[in-house]
DNA sequence: CCAAAAGTGTTCTGACTACACCCATGC
DNA sequence: GCATGGGTGTAGTCAGAACACTTTTGG
């Protein structure tokens, strides 16, 4: 009996909150969607294990990555627990690398079907913990590139909580609240008036408050 | 390599924010301070391992217990990782099984040695999510009787968050958000007027607001 | 000149803080 | 009658919610 862990890495794409999924090649679940995963290595720390599953399907290494949750097994042989991680990446490096046999895959949050290894239980756990540390945490630095514009910000929150949201009072919140600050470019894009450009003031985790 | 499982049990006794500890018989760490823990048994679920030993040394089973974080295995040749849960009793229902031979006893959280284990690192991470969840959700209904005076609640706020609350404020908050309902009871106690009783209006667990 | 998105301020409400005095009881 | 703890209300502040119009740009 061994432990087994996963990783539900995120990421918003297309004004979607979506996750990297890779098409099972082995049994059991052949052919079937899963989170990208596998058994923890004699000498290996969990985050460790998490760190390198990340890697194997992007590339990254230095992105947010906190442990979520240990599940019971179900329905592996292999694993007696499952230790799920989870990761937010920028979408701009949301880059797969998809020469692997395993084709990692980017889906829609919402518009998942039944997956492997009942991961479901995993996703839902996620998403639910990235709500809330969305609303108490400066976390959402890790889905945005190092400058953004206020609106795609906002696109990001409101693509998570599902929500629409207050333009002045998002603005008003995020910087009056000293999470991000204005630099001094601005950014033309198309037919519209040119949009100033913020960055987080800090970029390591902390809670707000 | 197998899995542990270890439970902080936590009560608050003589205003004192309290933990189950054992004096290990055997080896390793012999002789020293420890969490209540053990190996997952084949078959068993992580809750079901958790709830064995808080019964094992508690006799009880029908408390709040909820899983805490997953470490890897500090010290320990046997284990490969360690999943931490963490238990809530009403001081009430704090007796010990003393017949065990390896001594269960409550320890005041402040007052702690080094522990087996490198166990700081489960009880550092408890007591955080302990003050965090009192904030937030009604975790505290575990932590009192069924009945209970305002004063003896507000004691338990202040014995975890270790800071002094205004006596009408903490009225307010608990009574008027509806976390408490009094009772018509009252209660007399020594030399002074008699207290209202109080209930929790949800003995399952939720979060505020 | 039109469409599209950027940008901006005020008002209201509800929660939290700080703070001081009277009351019932047992000794 | 006094010591002990129970019980109560008000005023101020601050964060969050609701809400509409003007500006810049490209086509």
């Given at each position: 009996m061994a432990t087994a862990v996963v990783v539900a890495i995120f990421t918003v794409l297309d004004q979607r909150l979506s996750v990297l999924l890779i098409e099972r090649a082995?049994?059991?679940?052949?052919g079937e969607w899963a989170l990208p995963g596998g058994l923890l290595q004699p000498g290996e720390t969990l985050e460790g294990a998490a760190g390198r599953k990340l890697k194997d399907e992007t590339?990254?290494?230095d992105v947010f990555l906190e442990q979520l949750y240990t599940f019971d097994a179900?329905?592996?042989?292999?694993?007696e627990i499952v230790v799920a991680y989870f990761a937010l990446l920028p979408a701009a490096q949301?880059?797969?690398?998809?020469?692997?046999?395993?084709r990692p895959a980017w889906r829609a949050l919402r518009e998942l079907g039944r997956l492997a290894f009942a991961n479901e239980r995993v996703l839902d756990y996620a998403q639910e913990r990235l709500r809330s540390k969305l609303d108490y945490t400066n976390v959402a630095y890790s889905l945005v590139p190092v400058r953004f514009t206020l609106r795609e910000l906002q696109g990001v929150y409101e693509a998570i909580l599902e929500e629409t949201i207050d333009k002045r009072n998002f603005r008003k919140r995020v910087v009056g609240l000293g999470i991000v600050r204005a630099t001094t470019e601005t950014r033309k894009e198309g037919a519209h008036r040119p949009a100033r450009l913020y960055e987080f003031t800090s970029r390591e985790p902390m809670v707000l408050f």
């Open positions: 082995a049994e059991p679940y052949g590339g990254l290494s179900a329905g592996d042989g292999n694993a949301a880059r797969l690398r998809r020469e692997l046999e395993w």
